[in-house]
């Protein structure tokens, strides 16, 4: 029996393990039954090795815890970062127009105006103009916006060739008879009294014609 004990004693950590094999677990609890020695060592043994187990358990779930909040901290700051980027994309695609209106005023006004005065001597013969009479008749233009740099800025400025030798245009309003047509956009610092409130006005047209003193002057005004 001596010898039975040493051997069921080197055992007894696999067998509370569950390690061993089916016959090495008959001679241990065989021998379990007839030496109180082992018996108590066995149940010492495997009390503590199951406490040992929930602590492994807990340690584990606090882990896992700890872990799983560490994951939703990642995910929340992730989120935050992609939203904050979605919001960033989205003001800078819509630009200016979102810009707080001192700020506007200050892209604005720091817009370089484009001149555009193309045309074909062809058509310029019908129209009974020279080059000279349409630099002239720009100055008009760029004059009105001179005098009211404060509040306005004039952004592009074209010469209407089409619209200029339009016989219907010229038909619709006697006055744009012997008119040079200018087309382009200009922004309202401030909000326009008249009009649809907006500040921006693109392919607004300028009818510019030469009066009695041989002067040119703005005569109308207007988009279509
Ligand atoms: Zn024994």
Redesign the pocket.
């Known amino acids: 029996?001596?010898n039975?004990?040493?051997v069921?004693?080197d055992l007894i950590p696999l067998y509370v393990e569950g390690l061993v094999s089916e016959e090495t677990k008959e001679f241990i609890d065989e021998?379990?039954q007839?030496?109180?020695?082992?018996?108590n060592?066995l149940e010492n043994l495997a009390k503590s090795y199951n406490e040992q187990e929930t602590n492994d358990n807990k340690k584990e779930k606090i882990w896992s815890e700890i872990a799983s909040k560490e994951r939703k901290k990642k995910k929340k700051k992730y989120l935050t970062l992609s939203l904050a980027s979605v919001i960033l994309v989205t003001l800078v695609v819509l630009g200016v127009i979102f810009l707080p209106k001192p700020l506007q005023k200050i892209y604005y006004e720091n817009q370089t105006t484009q001149y555009d005065f193309n045309f074909t001597e062809q058509t310029l013969a019908k129209t009974g103009f020279t080059e000279n009479d349409i630099h002239v008749a720009s100055e008009a233009v760029k004059k009105s916006f001179e005098e009211h740099s404060d509040d306005r800025k004039l952004l592009r400025l074209a010469y209407d060739e089409k619209e200029t030798i339009d016989e219907n245009k010229i038909v619709y309003n006697p006055n744009h008879a012997d008119a040079i047509v200018f087309i382009g956009d200009y922004y309202f610092f401030e909000d326009p009294v008249a009009g649809d409130g907006s500040r921006l006005r693109n392919n607004w047209k300028w009818f510019v014609k030469k009066d009695s003193s041989g002067e040119w002057k703005i005569i109308d005004q207007g988009y279509d």
């Open positions: 029996m001596k039975d004990c040493s069921v004693k021998h379990r007839s030496c109180e020695n082992c018996k060592l």
